[in-house]
């Protein structure tokens, strides 16, 4: 399934790139909408479901959330670091 969408946004991406048009730009915005939901959705239940393998008889509802919660707060964290890596040096 992420191989599918990945490949289709590579090409979409190739082919604004070669062709310098508007059109795979609406293109791969239709396709984010449905990548970002399995991101989210996946996201939430594979480490649910890795984290609760280790015990399975202790259960909680709100577990997916504060998961979720988390890897947002790890990549908000993450995204000032990669673009002070980016920045150029003000010599």
């Known amino acids: ?7 289709s946004n590579l090409l979409q991406s190739t082919k604004q ?3 310098a048009q508007s059109k ?3 293109i791969m915005s239709r396709w984010s909408a449905p990548g970002l939901f399995l991101a989210v959705v996946i996201g939430s239940i594979a480490p649910f ?3 609760m393998s280790i015990q399975p008889k202790w259960y909680s ?3 997916r959330s ?3 919660a988390g890897g947002a707060l ?3 964290s993450v995204v000032p670091l990669v673009c002070l890596g980016f ?3 003000a010599f």
């Not at 399934?1 to 490949?7: A, L, V």
């Open 49 to 51: 479901d890795w984290l």
């Open 1 to 7: 399934m992420w191989s599918i969408w990945i490949y």
């Open 17 to 19: 790139d070669n062709r």
């Open 66 to 68: 504060v998961l979720l």
């Open 61 to 63: 509802t709100i577990f």
């Open 24 to 26: 795979q730009m609406h």
């Open 74 to 76: 790890a990549f908000w």
């Open 87 to 89: 920045a150029r040096p």
